[in-house]
């Protein structure tokens, strides 16, 4: 907390490590919040010392003379009023203040008044009147004074809705204002919205119901009109009501739970209603991409200027930047834009002004160019035209622009119009209207003439299906079908705006496959510091935080050095675990009970005595250690292949006769299912003793268990890491990044950077695995790292401070075992 204070002081950007169970938010929590507190009370002194008329800057005396050469009556002049100007500023912000505040306490204390708005809604029903409906408050109370801001960010909802609680539950939980933002998916009330699922047509539905808002009150406002044409408008998306449900928010801390409630409660939109209170927070709590992502900080209202920014769990944030600013299309999309927007052209033609009809005509080029690049015709069925050169290329922005014949024309200018005419969104509408599969066929003109149009995007969809469906798979096909049904222009947009970038910072992957409908174009982003650098230039401090952070050399050297952040500026902070020493065993394994090297390489791990002699050592722990035993490997594809091989060796029933045996699934909704399982089994078998201890769980490296799962106590009393879970080094993404990095970057220690960078990607999945076993202060568990490479120095130092202080490198099998026999005999007696 002490450091965290000073580097907020002093405007510094601070990474700093805190493992879990160590209270990290709490210490997050409070150094920030008290830091927040001591500055306010510092400008309010100020202020109160300039409206006293005792500025520590006094005029200048008479009979001196400026630099510039001004008299000193004239500079004596300019510096009273600057005073003047300073000090009526102050006190209209007083004013403002004192009106909001004065307002929160009302409503804080008197009940009625809290819910006068939500009853005068009921009583007037359906039909909302402004003029009757007006809070006594004008609207001057959003022109707010400057507020120091805490922007607070994690990566997911829930993570977010922890963080809330806990500020709820501290000493700051009364008095803070803290606001939560998130997507509409998360956030929207109005069922009817919320059952569209997808989140790219949650928005335009939303969007589209506000524009149906505005044109019904122009339409009220002329009586000239015959034919009113009825649609749908959000009944949630009233000024009045979300003006009181700002209020609500800043009165008492909510997580996005009780948000949603709340706009339920008092029939207001949480989205916009939480964006209203913005300017009057003091803590603002949002996911990542809302904060990293430029365009989306700036349509939800989002100042940095001065403001400060705790980003927590950050250990994956240069691949969060990357991926949030990295974009693929496919030929599908580019063929079935094409269509749609040709189609749209043609129906309007006679009603677009000149310069859009430009700007269509050159999106529909750089469309016909990007199929073009990937070998097919644009006007033909993607999914039947077959692809001549299949394979990945990879190519530089400006190769890309030059090869496709698309240099020429002004990508800025292109995206700016797409930005401005909210082209894809009316494309969407068009689509929904005129072409989309699922529409209601009406049996007119207009749905004649669009015929040709549904036809093309069913066979789209059809062709599409075909390569991507699997018949055991239905509900992810439903998801894909509804995807596809909204427009594609806005990934295509994205697209776009990806090669607006310096073509030093990334690169085009062309990806050649079967057919023109499979191939895609994708956008790679090289350097991440381009677009982090923005964050660090505004704001007055940045603090990167995480439960695991090494190796953080990626961090500095990769985001903060590469974004001109001055080394003096950095500081770094790591804290030990909380947990005694004698509660942790980590152990590197370097042979196996058969006396087998353990050295899991490509080459290697697939021989028969490596994984042989894997299932040798786990049916030895498995015989030791009591309940749950959690064994990482590098990919699912090996853990698919172990599992078979044991299968057919009988090890697996070896194994099954002390833990019964989980294995982690690759679709994200049957991960809950399978850990309810491997829960409920350990604790059947605790309190039914018995030849059975308890569950052996096969997970992966980087899958949904290695992150943001908690295997605390009796569900994670050994964690076994299988060999080094290095990346596939023959990926065209990664050898494209290894060599920017060789290009770019100083050698460190000796090392190539391309090499330190597939020791720290390995290194951190690693970490976070083995992280998952210790959650709290009591907790006990023993770590079992499969490999000899991991005592080699430059790999050992990558560990986390607190794992590395206390393990032991066993050569042989048998003292390792010896060692991990008499830990959990000590514990278990000691329990």
Known sequence: MEALYGALEAGRVGIFESPTGTGKSLSLICGALSWLRDLEEKKRQEEA??????????????????????????????????????????????????????????????????????????VMGTEYHPKEARLEEDDD?????????????????????????????SPFGKDTRLVSLGSRQNLCVNEEVRRLGALQLINDRCMEMQKNKHEKKSDEENEGKKRRVSRAVCPF????????????????????????????????????????AIPAAQLVVLPYQMLLHEPTRSAAGIKLKDQVVIIDEAHNLIDTITCI?????????????????????????????????????????????FVAMLGGNVNQNPGCQTVSQTGTVLKSINDFLFQSQIDNINLFKVQRYCEK?????????????????????KNNKENQKMAGLQNFLLTL??????????????????????????SPLMQIEGFLSALTNANQDGRVILNRQGTVGQSSLKFLLLNPAVHFAKVVEECRAVIIAG?????????????LSCAGVDPARVLEFSCGHVIPPENILPIILCNGPSNQQLEFTYQTRDLPQMMDETGRILCNLCNVIPGGVVCFFPSYEYEKQVYAHWEKTGLLTRLATKKKIFQEPKKANQVEQVLVEYAKCIKRCSQAGGQMTGALLLSVVGGKMSEGINFSDDLGRCVIMVGMPYPNIKSPELQEKMAWLDKTMPRAAGQ?????????????????????????????????LLDHRYARPAIFNKLPQWIRERTQVKPAFGSAFAELRKFHRGKLDVL
């Open 325 to 369: 600013h990295s974009a693929e299309v496919s030929g599908s999309q580019l063929c079935c834009a094409h269509s749609q927007l040709s189609q749209y052209m043609e129906r309007y033609r006679k009603r677009l002004k000149a310069k859009n009809l430009m700007y269509i005509k050159q999106i529909l080029y750089l469309l016909e160019r």
């Open 421 to 441: 005419s909210l082209i894809s969104r009316k494309l969407f509408g068009f689509v929904e209207r005129y072409g989309g599969p699922a529409a209601a066929v």
């Open 237 to 276: 998306y009233s000024y009045e009501q979300m003006q009181f449900l700002r209020d609500e928010v800043l009165v008492e801390v909510k997580d996005i739970e009780q948000l949603v409630s709340l706009g339920r409660e008092t029939k207001a939109c949480p989205y916009y209603g939480s964006r209203y």
């Open 547 to 559: 439960g695991t952070m090494q190796p953080v050399a990626d961090f500095r050297e990769q985001l």
């Open 461 to 486: 969809q059809q062709g599409s299906d075909k390569k991507e469906g699997t018949p055991q798979s239905p509900p992810v096909e439903a998801e894909n079908d509804q995807l596809r049904a909204a």
């Open 752 to 784: 190539a950077p391309s090499r330190v960078l597939i020791e720290n990607l390995c290194m951190k999945a690693v970490n976070q695995s083995i992280g998952r076993a210790i959650r709290h202060q009591k907790d006990f568990a023993s770590i079992l």
């Open 49 to 122: 010392r300039l409206l006293e008329g005792l500025s520590p800057a006094e005029p200048g005396h008479p009979g001196s003379t400026d630099t510039a050469g001004e008299p000193d009556w004239v500079t004596a002049f300019v510096q009273r009023k600057e005073e003047r100007d300073k000090v009526d500023r102050l006190k209209e912000e007083q004013i403002r203040r004192k009106k909001r505040e004065d307002r929160l306490e009302k409503i804080r204390n008197n009940v009625q008044l809290k819910y006068a708005a939500k009853r005068k809604f009921m």
């Open 141 to 169: 109370d959003l022109e707010e004074e400057h507020v120091t801001k805490i922007y607070y960010c994690s990566r997911t909802h829930s993570q977010l809705s922890q963080f809330v609680r806990e500020v709820q539950k």
